[in-house]
């Protein structure tokens, strides 16, 4: 009995992680900036590659930030290198692998 009660916790305990960290595509993936995982590291967005979110401080809002131009050309966010990078180096990836 002991046994299946505690089969039961941790299988409740993985639905509900699960549930929390689950990637969803039809978002923009802004990020919970209370989350200290969060903060200070560039987080891709869903809705548009020339942008990025960044998260200041566990107390602050994420902010979408603009990729710069890199010697006068535009630049993408590259989710893999959590960067932006011209044109040419970008490609698309999965948003939820």
Not at 66 to 83: A, L, M, R, S
Request: hydrophobic fraction near 35%; charged fraction near 10%; proline fraction near 8%.
């Amino acid at each position: 009995m002991k046994s299946t009660l505690a089969f039961i916790c941790i299988a409740l305990f993985v639905a509900v992680y699960t549930a929390v960290n689950a990637c969803d595509p039809n978002s923009n993936n802004q990020p919970d900036c209370s989350n200290s995982s969060n903060v200070q590291v560039n987080i891709r967005n869903f809705w548009d590659p020339t942008r990025y979110w960044w998260c200041e401080s566990t107390s602050s809002t994420a902010q979408a930030v603009i990729c710069p131009p890199i010697n006068g050309n535009t630049t993408g966010f590259d989710p893999t290198q959590k960067e932006c990078v011209p044109w040419k180096n970008w490609t698309w990836t999965a948003y939820c692998p």
